[in-house]
């Protein structure tokens, strides 16, 4: 089955730096990669996601990264803010509306 | 957007009882709901993929006769933790996606169940 591992597990960086989460998958026939943003105690949040088709794809401050050969994706977060501190999962599902196997997470502090 | 619920949003049992959680889809039908649990300060983990009128189909490792799932309706799935015990103290939280295939899955807010 698919296994997607996340590094690094605590990320620190200063208000207005970039932050970088990296994920790898295992499972070549994985076509959707969704990030989740996840607050103490809450669901998880979609932020932003990317099919296996896409390169590259940004929403504003956020951005995600996808290299099907190497079988690896990244999340990078510009200009970051005190709102942005939670939890952070990468994801992999063969569709939209399949099972989803997420990564261990990041959890992101932003640095005043 | 589409919305999903969960009941209860928390619950206390004791060691050896029984606890039902609903998940609902309140304002679309979910062809398929998905059953996670997370620890504290770990990964959700896929438990088992419900599929309305179906048998659900249960991810490696989870006891199927223990963690009782039942997709009765296209709004609606259920999760009994039978026979609960400490170490089935977790948050369990539910997605379900739209009967129209390809889209977003949605999540609930999630139960937490702590045993006793």
């Known amino acids: 089955g698919e296994n997607v591992e996340q590094h690094p597990s605590t990320l620190s960086v200063q208000e207005g730096d970039s932050a970088v989460i990296k994920c790898t998958y295992s499972d070549s026939a994985s076509n959707y990669f969704p990030w989740y943003k996840q607050e103490l105690g809450k669901r998880p949040q979609l932020i932003i996601d990317i099919r296996s088709n896409v390169g590259e794809k940004k929403d504003q401050r956020i951005a995600v990264t996808l290299n099907k050969t190497a079988k690896h994706f990244s999340l990078h977060i510009t200009e970051t803010q005190p709102e942005d501190s939670a939890v952070y999962f990468c994801a992999a599902s063969l569709n939209r509306d399949d099972k989803i196997i997420f990564g261990k997470g990041t959890r992101l502090h932003i640095l005043p | 957007g589409a919305v999903v619920s969960q009941h209860p949003s928390w619950v206390i049992c004791k060691s050896g009882t029984s606890v039902k959680i609903e998940c609902r889809s309140l304002?679309?039908?979910?062809?398929?709901m998905f059953w996670y649990r997370q620890f504290p300060k770990q990964s959700l983990m896929l438990m088992a993929t419900s599929n309305e009128g179906s048998k659900a189909t249960y991810e490696q490792g989870v006891e199927k006769d223990k963690f009782l799932i039942n997709h009765a309706s296209l709004t609606l799935s259920t999760l009994t933790v039978t026979s609960a015990h400490p170490e089935d103290s977790s948050f369990y939280i539910c997605?379900?996606?739209?009967?129209?295939?390809?889209?977003?899955?949605?999540f609930g807010p999630g139960t937490r169940l702590t045993v006793t």
């Open positions: 304002d679309f039908q979910a062809t398929t």
């Open positions: 997605s379900a996606t739209a009967l129209a295939g390809g889209h977003e899955q949605y």
